[in-house]
């Protein structure tokens, strides 16, 4: 099975702070996602990477940067932490399906609580 | 991306069919129709997806229009389990970009 993996499932950062969220999979896919859930809101793209070094703005992208320097590892980064990106993050990954449709694989998501 | 239509809520009987509709008037010939669920305090789970033909897995059942405006996801027998947030997603096939709207708060009842 494919695994999706963050590296915390809660966390808890003071205003101001840098903040990092690791994501890895493990099943060697090409694209990985960073999205934020918020009631009423549903899921956001925050950014995703079609590959190791290259990433691509979402729909909500300031006040957060990513880095994908290795092709399993995609990690979300807020620059200066504020109170209105505590959120529920979630990382996904696919493979593109050259033209054919792929699933998306999802980790089990970090809430983050800004304070 | 097409956008997508969803009920806020529904209720089914535990035992019963649970029928969730979908709206995507806008759907173009190549956006295929995905659909996840999502249980509480986990991450998005892939269920089915479809282009225009009706299919079936071991999970549920995805019946598709004939003018691909609207689609039904069924889960023939509800369980408690069954209990989560279904999201239906209309996109490209290759398309990096991947959206999610609100969904269906479905509530399988004892």
């Known amino acids: 099975d494919v695994k999706v993996t963050q590296s915390s499932r809660y966390l808890v950062k003071r205003t101001g702070e840098k903040v990092f969220l690791e994501c890895v999979q493990d099943m060697d896919h090409e694209n990985m996602f960073w999205y934020r859930q918020d009631p009423g809101l549903g899921l956001r793209l925050i950014y995703f990477s079609y590959d190791v070094k290259m990433k691509e703005k979402g729909d909500i992208p300031e006040g957060y940067s990513v880095s994908r320097e290795k092709k399993e590892r995609f990690s979300l980064i807020l620059e200066s932490a504020s109170t209105n990106q505590t959120s529920m993050y979630l990382c996904a990954s696919r493979n593109p399906g050259g033209g054919r449709p792929t699933e998306a694989f999802f980790g089990q998501g970090t809430r983050l609580t800004v304070v | 991306d097409a956008k997508t239509t969803q009920p806020p809520s529904m209720d089914c009987a535990e035992g019963r069919a649970a029928n969730l509709p979908c709206n995507h008037s806008t759907i173009s010939g190549n956006e295929y129709v995905y659909w996840y669920r999502q249980i509480h305090s986990q991450g998005p789970q892939y269920i089915i997806h479809?282009?225009?033909n009706n299919e079936t897995n071991e999970m549920a059942s995805l019946i598709i229009t004939e003018d691909r405006k609207s689609s039904t996801l069924i889960l023939p027998h509800a369980t408690l389990r069954d209990t989560a947030v279904y999201y239906c997603i209309v996109r490209v096939g290759d398309f990096n970009k991947f959206y999610f709207g609100s969904g269906t708060k479905l509530n399988v009842k004892p």
């Open positions: 479809g282009l225009k």
